[in-house]
């Protein structure tokens, strides 16, 4: 009950943030944030509860950004409401394009996974410098402008579709973790050939959440791309987005659900702050490696496992000493009157 | 036929034959041992007929259907449970979860159902209350004890309900009050119909738990019998004090 009014509260607080903090510098942020949010959580619907760490998620991204852009000039889209309409058509299309990805990719484990996932990505850069005909190279692709909103409303629309994703994404990493398939996935990564042996299907499991994952990656690509207006290959292929959501996740905690959303919330805003304030010189990575080497020494598990160790350890040491003076009050409850 | 037939089944490893056309056949209803000494192949058997190894020659039959070379997880199906020598649950699952991971159900119904559902988990905390572990089922199973953890692992083999278990050391590393509720609870479910092949070095649990006795030797059954006959067969006594 007071976990609901909680969620409830807090859903009420990101709903209200941008009309309470309607600077455009601070909105921009926060959908960034919230296209974070949603990345990290759809990676960690697939890295998170498999364990398969995979670090070519961009891929997925950039081709949610080249569908939508390619399909608002052909179909000659204005700008408005109606490309976001499209961002699930580009995520469904990044989705398919994981199909034959996951198939090939998850034939391997753990490490050589990790490095074809790389390897991937690697592919699908050049692909979008190379082939002009479709991408236009390096010149990159314009998306339709939206006219008419002006000042502190243009960011609005873009804040409600990335908070819906958010949502939407959480729900469906809220009913894999309850659902039966989900509890498969957790099997498979403590012990995937043991769960195998148990009748769980290791192979269309691992495949079902790799595709999940790149749907929701390829939707935040496509929500990036009409927000920027416009794209490049180094931009929409970024390996840095890969490393970005795979450290938000390991920050947050792996396989948590709010621990993904929380590595967002935490290194997001910190980057982009980091970068308006030290732009000129990069010493905002000095920090930004600073401050990962100190997780990793501090919270390796990531914030939220280990703050839920703690407060079962505090639960524990309450009980205890709660019981303790219980029995102390037995002892005085004997003493003759 | 019997329950389990294993019909000149060989493996072997390099130069080493694990399993040497061993034949073995457990009777529907028994609990039947399995002894030898170490790297007579007791392992690789149970490998071999639960598809965890494929084997080189031979054929394997469970309930009259052909089982030589199948997927671990089609035996599970079948009906054929094993536990692991060195016990393979499931360490950052709670206890329960680990139970309710051998609870599969077939295609969408397994994304679309919730884990926890209702007859399900009343079977989970059964099976649970009958090893002894309901106390600590919130816990992440690599908290157990390793006698703990071998019966999480017996008790999520049974949630599926199998028809046969193998057990692979069940006893080892337990202490003896609780192998002597582990043999209770294997009979137990011997009188409720389940058939076990039981793999174990301890003598005393095997002599008192277990008829008939094989016995393995360099990759083959060298004998069978009543407890009673092995412990007089000088064939068994050769194999484990040399000659």
């Known amino acids: ?337 | 036929m019997s329950f389990l037939e294993v019909n000149n089944v060989s493996k072997s490893f390099g130069g080493i034959h694990a399993l040497d056309t061993c034949s073995i056949s457990v009777q529907r209803g028994t609990v039947t041992g399995l002894i030898g000494p170490n790297g007579s192949g007791k392992t690789t058997l149970f490998n071999v007929i639960t598809g965890y190894d494929q084997a080189e020659k031979g054929e394997i039959f469970f309930d009259g259907k052909a089982l030589i070379n199948s997927k671990p997880d089609h035996v599970f199906r079948l009906g054929l449970g094993r536990t692991f020598q060195l016990t393979r649950i499931f360490p950052r699952l709670t206890v329960l979860e680990n139970m309710h991971v051998a609870a599969q159900r077939v295609g969408t119904r397994a994304l679309l159902s919730r884990w926890s559902s209702s007859h399900e988990q009343r079977r989970a905390l059964e099976l649970l209350d009958f090893v002894g572990l309901t106390p600590l089922k919130d816990l992440p199973a690599a908290n157990l004890s390793y006698g703990q953890k071998k019966l999480l692992e017996f008790a999520y083999i049974l949630i599926a309900d199998p028809s046969m278990i193998l057990l692979d050391e069940p006893a080892g590393g337990v202490n003896p009050t609780m192998i002597n509720q582990l043999a209770e609870r294997i009979r137990t479910l011997n009188r409720q119909g389940v058939t076990f092949l039981v793999v174990e070095h301890n003598m005393e649990f095997v002599m008192s738990l277990c008829n008939p006795i094989m016995v393995m030797h360099h990759g083959a059954r060298i004998a069978e019998g009543t407890p009673q006959e092995i412990r007089k067969n000088p064939t068994v006594l050769e194999a484990y004090l040399g000659e």
């Open chain 1, 1 to 337: 009950m007071v976990k609901k009014i909680g969620l409830v509260v807090l859903l009420i607080a990101f709903i209200a943030f941008p009309q309470v903090f309607s600077n455009p510098a601070v909105t921009t942020i926060a959908i960034f944030t919230l296209m974070y949010a949603t990345a990290t959580t759809a990676w960690n619907i697939f890295s998170g509860y498999t364990g398969y760490i995979a670090l070519g998620h961009a891929a997925f991204f950039g081709i949610g950004s080249y569908a939508i852009a390619l399909m608002c000039l052909n179909w000659h889209i204005p700008g408005g409401y109606i490309p976001f309409l499209l961002v699930p058509v580009a995520g469904l299309i990044a989705a398919a394009f994981a199909v034959p990805v996951g198939w090939i990719s998850l034939r391997t484990r753990k490490h050589t996974f990790v490095v074809i996932t790389i390897a991937i990505f690697f592919i699908m850069q050049p692909m979008a410098f190379n082939l002009r005909s479709i991408t236009n190279g390096s010149t990159g692709l314009s998306l339709p402008i939206p006219t008419g909103w002006g000042g502190t409303y243009f960011n609005f629309p873009f804040y409600y579709v990335a908070l819906a994703m958010l949502v939407f994404a959480l729900g469906v990493s809220w009913w894999i973790r309850n659902s039966k398939y989900g509890l498969g996935l957790l099997a498979i990564r403590d012990d995937e050939d043991r769960a195998l042996g148990l009748g769980v299907k290791t192979g269309s499991s691992k495949l079902i959440a790799f595709v999940i994952s790149a749907f929701f990656v390829g939707m935040v690509g496509a929500l990036h791309a009409y927000f920027q207006e416009s794209i490049y290959p180094a931009f929409a292929f970024d390996p840095l987005f890969d490393i970005a959501i795979a450290l938000m996740g390991f920050l947050g905690g792996m396989g948590t659900l709010s621990g993904p959303i929380l590595g967002a919330i935490i290194l997001e805003p910190t980057q982009r702050y980091f970068t308006m304030q030290f732009s000129a010189n990069g010493y905002y990575l000095i920090i930004y490696g600073a401050l990962f080497l100190a997780i990793i020494l501090l919270l390796p598990e990531g914030v939220v496992p280990t703050a839920n160790k703690y407060w079962l350890k505090w639960k524990a040491f309450r009980e205890r000493t709660k019981n303790v003076s219980n029995e102390s009050d037995d002892g005085k409850g004997k003493v003759r009157p």
